[in-house]
């Protein structure tokens, strides 16, 4: 993180510290918040000026455009997400999720969202490619199963912290119902599925893992959901998984449900069944479609 140096225009430090252009330009001319003027007079800013200026001013400016900024760190993840650098995010979030930091995953994960980044893109962009490197690591022997489960669940923690700023629309009269087969354990994927589809307005019941498919037939009887999305990734037994999706598929289109479907486990079972409206492969698609 302390590569090459940075320097802020007066857009940039304005965004960050959460106040207009005449602000900036009004702090720098009396001083009190540090600059560098070019040739041409425009205001170039280090993290070090920012930085003093926060230090200097906690209790009067404790708030700014993303979270408070506390640290040379804070004024540098702050610029990351206003540039939409995710390949510097990406791994500032997993090294993060590998020490099992919750605090600065939540400001990233906050961050893009209050910065104006569309959630599907976060989950797209942002916690898909981590998970999927965890994943990778644990594959390839250099984490343990404990601290695969550790860092995973670090990420989850902080997306189910981040349902708590999300936008939700009053008036909702659409339900989605959000599930998992009866031997899927991993339902991460659908956490992010159910946060995108109470944004777009549904009334959402979620199971979560381990769904017992023979309770599945009350629970539409009862709640009457108009979607049902299924996520999967399990394929230890296809023919189990493949009884699964039918016998609940065959539930939803006799409730006159429409079903979405997503996860790995549907590259190596059958998904052509008359109930299923489409296969997800991006949350983009959850917000899409």
């Excluded at 940039?12 to 040739?39: F, H, P, Q, Y």
């Excluded at 990406?90 to 600065?104: A, G, M, T, W």
């Excluded at 599907?120 to 990778?136: E, R």
């Excluded at 549907?266 to 997800?280: E, K, M, T």
């Amino acid at each position: 993180m302390k590569g090459n140096i940075i320097y802020f225009n007066s857009e940039d430090a304005a965004k960050i510290l959460g106040v207009n252009g005449s602000t900036i330009k009004r702090w720098t001319e009396s001083g009190i918040l540090e600059c560098i003027k070019t040739a041409g007079g425009h205001r170039k800013f280090l993290m070090t000026h920012l930085a003093s200026f926060v230090e200097k001013n906690k209790k009067k400016h404790s708030k700014v455009n993303l979270f408070t900024l506390e640290s040379e760190q804070d004024i540098e993840i702050s610029y990351r997400i206003l540039r939409g650098d995710y390949r510097f995010l990406n791994k500032y979030v997993l090294e993060q999720s590998l020490i099992c930091n919750r605090e600065q995953i939540q400001q990233v994960f906050n961050g893009l969202y209050l910065g104006q980044y569309p959630l599907h893109q976060i989950y797209d962009l942002i916690v898909t490619p981590v998970l999927h490197q965890v994943g990778y690591l644990w594959e390839e022997n250099k984490l343990s199963v404990i601290q695969e489960h550790l860092a995973s669940q670090a990420i989850r923690d902080c997306i189910t912290r981040l349902q708590g700023i999300i936008r939700i629309p009053e008036h909702r009269e659409e339900k989605a119902l959000c599930l998992t087969p009866s031997k899927e354990l991993h339902d991460i994927p659908l956490k992010m599925v159910d946060h995108i589809l109470e944004a777009r307005g549904f009334t959402i019941l979620y199971t979560g893992q381990l769904t017992p498919v023979e309770r599945i037939e009350e629970t539409f009887a009862t709640y009457k959901p108009n979607r049902l999305y299924i996520s999967s990734t399990n394929m230890n037994d296809r023919a189990e998984l493949q009884n699964d999706i039918n016998q609940i598929c065959d539930i939803a289109h006799a409730h006159n449900c429409d079903v979405y479907v997503g996860g790995r486990s549907f590259d190596v079972i059958d998904f052509g069944h008359q109930a299923i409206r489409r296969r997800l492969y991006t949350f983009e698609e959850v917000y899409k479609y």
